[in-house]
Antibody
Framework: QVQLVQSGAEVQKPGASVKVSCKAS????????MHWVRQAPGQGLEWMGR????????NYAQKFQGRVTMTRDTSISTAYMELSRLRSDDTAVYYC?????????????WGQGTLVTVSS | DIQMTQSPSSVSASVGDRVTITCRAS??????LAWYQQKPGKAPKLLIY???SLQSGVPSRFSGSGSGTDFTLTISSLQPEDFASYYC?????????FGGGTKVEIK
C-alpha cells in the first residue's frame, strides 16, 4: 500500500535549521508531486510548497521563499523539507502529502507528521 | 492569494443528524475544491476532491457540491466516528490554501 513515513520529532533553537524527511513506498516515487503542509498547535493547515520528484522542480509559497528548500533522493524514494532561520512561530507539525493523482493538487495520502519545536 | 472562508467554525450535533459545512472562495475556482477530515493527533484524510468526487473508501454519507465560489460538505447521518475537524482546500492556483476549519462536536 502507498505509505509515507516521516522522520522523528525535532527541537531546534531560534535561528537554526531543520530538515524533515519523508520516505515513500508502495508506488513509483517519481510519478507524483510531493507537497509539504504544516499545522501550528491548535491552528489550521498551511501549504508550504511542492516538489516534482522526477525533475526536482519546486513551487514554494511566497511566505516561505528564501527560507524553505525542498529536495529529493530518488535512489531511496525520499523527499526532504529544510526550513532555515527558525522562529518560535515555526513550531508546528510538518506533514508531507502526495498528490492524489499526478498534478491534481489534492493530498492523499499524508505522512504521520513531524513535530518541530523551536525554543531557546 | 485565494482566501477560503468556512462556516460555521464549530457545530454541535447528535448522532444521526444531517450536518452541512460551507466553504466560500474569494474568487472563482471552478470545481478545484477538496474536503479533508482530521481527528486529534492524526494527519488529515481526503474525503472529497474536485468538489463532488468521493475518495475511495470514504462512506457515502459524505457528499460535496458547488462550483465557482460556494461549496458545501454534507454528512447525511452523523456517526460517532465523524466527530472531527473538517477543512476545505482550493487546488486552483498557487499558493494552495485551506479554510480555517470546522469542528464537529457532540451535542
Amino acid at each position: 500500500q502507498v505509505q509515507l513515513v516521516q522522520s522523528g520529532a525535532e527541537v531546534q533553537k531560534p535561528g537554526a535549521s531543520v530538515k524533515v524527511s519523508c520516505k515513500a513506498s508502495g508506488y513509483t516515487f517519481t510519478a507524483y508531486y510531493m507537497h509539504w503542509v504544516r499545522q501550528a498547535p491548535g491552528q489550521g493547515l498551511e501549504w508550504m510548497g511542492r516538489i516534482n520528484p522526477n525533475t526536482g522542480g519546486t513551487n514554494y509559497a511566497q511566505k516561505f521563499q528564501g527560507r524553505v528548500t525542498m529536495t529529493r533522493d530518488t535512489s531511496i524514494s525520499t523527499a526532504y523539507m529544510e526550513l532555515s532561520r527558525l522562529r518560535s512561530d515555526d513550531t508546528a507539525v510538518y506533514y508531507c502529502a502526495r498528490d492524489r493523482a499526478s498534478g491534481s493538487n489534492w493530498f492523499d495520502p499524508w505522512g504521520q507528521g513531524t513535530l518541530v519545536t523551536v525554543s531557546s | 492569494d485565494i482566501q477560503m472562508t468556512q462556516s460555521p467554525s464549530s457545530v454541535s450535533a447528535s448522532v444521526g443528524d444531517r450536518v452541512t459545512i460551507t466553504c466560500r472562495a474569494s474568487q472563482g475556482i471552478s470545481s478545484w475544491l477538496a474536503w479533508y477530515q482530521q481527528k486529534p493527533g492524526k494527519a488529515p484524510k481526503l474525503l472529497i476532491y474536485a468538489a463532488s468526487s468521493l475518495q475511495s473508501g470514504v462512506p457515502s454519507r459524505f457528499s460535496g457540491s458547488g462550483s465557482g465560489t460556494d461549496f458545501t460538505l454534507t454528512i447525511s447521518s452523523l456517526q460517532p466516528e465523524d466527530f472531527a475537524s473538517y477543512y476545505c482546500q482550493q487546488g486552483n492556483s498557487f499558493p494552495l490554501t485551506f479554510g480555517g476549519g470546522t469542528k464537529v462536536e457532540i451535542k
